[in-house]
């Protein structure tokens, strides 16, 4: 059995649970490799692991698993009732995922696999995800490598009269031409008044000069997302935007330094939104959210959160200030919690950028 | 109101519910009009109908309603605690849709809305939409109009050397340009040995002369979908294949002969089935299934399903026959059930076709 599943089984031991029904593919994935397409269900017994899925996948999750998975692959159409009824027999108590199940689902389990406690797990799955090991950290920092490498090519590639959408076509090209499984997101590039916008969705607006253009992007390697942001400006800087652009890369900066293991994320989010306060700007937006697997997962950056941080989770940095019907700025790193401090896995320049300069 | 919230409030008192909450987006645009971009839930309460939205899509929201839907748009974060345990005050019975609703959230909506009882309305909804109005059946016509044109703009389009992506991107390159809202479905376009795999995903594969070429396509039109699937040939139609187009072919003509109200979807779906098995084949999938907001709807027509097709149904009609490691053919219309018969609503060729001939 490979150690995610040993974690889980330990876990499970702990809270007197016999088995677990797992049900997130994202969840299945992390614990097995079985790519999140292939649709399935992982049932940890007190005897086996055992994948159920659709006929159609098993050739392709049987060539993902090696023997060390310890994990059995059965296709549905292979279990007769009794075999249900037997996965979870002798078991007083049964996990499942009360976020990964519909109300339909839960009972028709519950009466299929004949459960006596069918038990929520609180995203023991998830909390455990926050922590990545050696695997996970190499996988994002490949994702930031080349979500650096795009950025550097925009850098060349913007022009004046261009779309947002013709930048956020190359950036997809780029991502499939460089190695990136694909997109962790979808694109955000906007220009002009709409950076004023946090989620702008690329439009046909033509790039003009002096527009700030927000460009929030990343993709994904080996499952694994990047996630990062530059405003950067075309031609020229207006002078009324650096005060705010200076303001935002003050707070991303310090934020940087401050990040580290043992660190409180309330704390850290009221002091950038405290100090946009005291300019007379808010914080409309957490400050930044754990990224892995997922694009946004836990722990969530805000200063509703009180908890600390632990060494090896990875989380986004990413103060943002919108002026309704103006602009707005944002700057954003992917960046691995440390014992002593942090590792910022982008290395893009956050100062003033120009492009297309003449 | 309009009529398909009237219905609903008359199907409620019927079964002694005195309020629901709509939680999946098809049936919300279903009874409102609101995309299903704009996520939200519905209530019913014994007053009003009241739409609870985030923020950002509330102007959207607003736009597509007018005062006859008699529906109350709301900002989520402008409900107070009390305001949640007022819905439903004095509701004995409150339905809900498991199916579309996880465990978590219905454990928190039991306690949010402080409901008494909270009831499974068993799909009542999706039952309803089995029946299309004029509107409905006009918007599934047009989006089959479409689909047919686009099949007739691919015979001049297709040539052999082509691969299987490009064919696919034609497709989707032609929807775009042709008044439809998108895709209504992943484009199957698979040739050659790949037609043997009903699933197939376009590949770079090139068309081969003789090679069978299935087309499983459709699009939207004011959110409502088409299917067609037709089989044709590239330069010349291999004799071994002729005798499987015809066995399925045959089939498909006399099952759109016997579609009307009150013919029964397991007896029809057996004729098939003992029709290929007679000839030493045998369908390894649904005859076919309901189309409307979702390609996939009900009724599922397959010989496990005991009940009599009504009027004003839409449906597929799609056998195939599947030869591992040679070939497959499938045929599909869209089709829509009257009392004396049924309307196919689409009219593109379904003999012998061949592209590309010199």
Redesign the interface.
């Known amino acids: 059995m490979n150690s995610n599943i040993k974690w889980l089984r330990e876990k499970l031991k702990m809270l007197d649970m016999q088995g677990m029904i797992i049900t997130n593919p994202i969840n299945i994935h992390y614990l097995t490799g079985i790519s999140v397409s292939a649709e399935g269900v992982l049932l940890i017994t007190r005897k086996e692991n055992i994948y159920i899925t659709d006929g159609?996948y098993i050739e392709d999750v049987n060539a993902t698993l090696t023997i060390d998975d310890g994990i059995i692959v059965t296709d549905f159409k292979d279990i007769s009732k009794d075999d249900y009824e037997n996965f979870f027999l002798f078991c007083e108590n049964v996990g499942?995922e009360?976020?990964?199940?519909?109300?339909?689902?839960?009972?028709e389990y519950m009466h299929k696999y004949r459960i006596n406690n069918f038990e929520?797990t609180e995203h023991m799955l998830e909390k455990q995800r926050m922590i990545k090991d050696i695997y996970e950290i190499e996988n994002i920092r490949q994702a930031c490598h080349i979500t650096d490498r795009c950025f550097n090519h925009l850098l060349d590639f913007i022009k004046i009269g261009m779309t947002e959408k013709e930048i956020s076509n190359e950036i997809e090209k780029y991502f499939d031409e460089n190695g990136a499984d694909g997109l962790a997101f979808d694109t955000i590039v906007a220009s002009g008044v709409n950076t004023s916008k946090p989620?702008a969705v690329p439009t046909d607006k033509r790039i003009g000069p002096g527009d700030p253009i927000t460009i929030d992007f990343g993709c994904k390697y080996k499952g694994y997302c990047s996630d990062m942001t530059r405003t950067i400006f075309a031609g020229f800087i207006p002078e009324e935007v650096k005060p705010v652009y200076n303001l935002v890369l003050k707070n991303q900066l310090q934020t940087c330094k401050d990040l580290k293991e043992g660190a409180n994320i309330k704390i850290i989010s009221k002091m950038v939104e405290n100090d946009f306060k005291l300019h007379g700007y808010s914080l409309i937006h957490s400050l930044g959210h754990g990224v892995g697997l997922e694009i946004h997962e836990l722990p969530y950056i805000n200063s509703k959160n009180d908890i600390q941080l632990k060494e090896n989770m990875v989380i986004t940095n990413e103060p943002g200030i919108y002026i309704p019907g103006q602009f707005g700025i944002r700057i954003e790193d992917t960046i691995q919690i440390t014992k002593f401090g942090s590792i910022n896995l982008c290395t893009s320049d956050k100062n003033y950028i120009i492009v297309d300069k003449n």
């Not at 009360?98 to 009972?107: A, L, W």
């Open positions: 159609r499942f009360e976020d990964n199940i519909t109300y339909g689902q839960y009972k929520e989620h």
